[in-house]
């Protein structure tokens, strides 16, 4: 089983302009992940797609991998279907987000493992909540999952709810989880569901993965114990460099 590593990487981004560029203690973000997911057991090959040339300038300076795709694609997984119908040769795609520059390998070692089962479309990651701030925060997807560990929906709102309890008792009676935001993929899948229209589900709450499950494909999840921290805003760099330096 080939698994291929696919690392997105715009430019232009509303919140964050060259985002994939900034410099973190003397590298980029980009190179940081790059060389952070390298070193993965479980991939036969990283590469970062992009559609922009200064992006493909700066990987190639550091003799890294990239292909470059579409400027009109809405999402990640939409670049990743691109890289896989270009380069025919892999079983598994693992989509791995560009502003985490310091993921940790075993989260992608733990999320190859779950294409063991046969029975897995797509697999993901989740992380036991521990504190009422992420519990009841929106930008924080939460997931419900069966005893299969297959997911049964994602929300924004913290799900379950519990009818009769305080919330201040909720973590105390249940455990949640939050949804960390890397994927892999079949590549048959991968290709098979960019190519679905936008769900009812997913229009609602502005999660991609909605428009799969609507659609009857299978997500596996696996706990991670790894919270890894995302650069999304210019003083999200001052938190990772008052954390890892």
Same mark, same amino acid.
């Given at each position: 089983m080939k698994t291929i590593g696919i690392i997105p990487a715009r430019y232009a981004s509303s919140r964050f302009p060259g985002k994939p560029l900034v410099d973190i203690a003397g590298k980029s973000m980009i190179q940081r992940v790059y060389e952070q997911v390298k070193g993965c057991r479980c991939l036969s090959e990283v590469v970062v797609a992009t559609d922009d040339k200064r992006i493909e300038d700066h990987v190639r300076s550091f003799a890294g991998n990239v292909v470059m795709t579409s400027p009109d694609h809405q999402s990640g997984t939409d670049r990743c279907a691109e890289v896989v119908q270009k380069v025919q040769s892999f079983d598994i795609a693992i989509n791995i987000q560009g502003d985490e520059p310091f993921i940790s390998p075993l989260q992608i070692d733990l999320l190859s493992s779950l294409f063991e089962d046969s029975q897995t479309d797509i697999g993901t990651l989740v992380k036991k909540i521990d504190n009422v701030e992420d519990? %009841?925060?929106?930008?924080?997807?939460?997931?419900? %999952?069966?005893?299969?560990?297959?997911?049964l929906y994602f929300s924004r709102q913290t799900i379950p709810f519990q009818r009769n309890v305080k919330q201040s008792d909720w973590l105390n009676n249940q455990a949640y989880y939050k949804h960390i935001g890397i994927y892999g993929y079949r590549t048959e899948v991968l290709k098979e569901i960019t190519a679905l229209p936008v769900s009812s589900f997913e229009k609602s709450e502005a999660l991609e993965q909605l428009r799969w499950l609507e659609n009857g494909y299978t997500i596996k999840v696996a706990e991670t114990k790894f919270d890894t921290i995302a650069v999304d805003h210019p003083k999200d760099v001052e938190a990772i460099l008052k954390a890892y330096f």
């Open positions: 519990l %009841f925060n929106e930008n924080t997807p939460k997931v419900v %999952f069966n005893n299969k560990k297959q997911a």
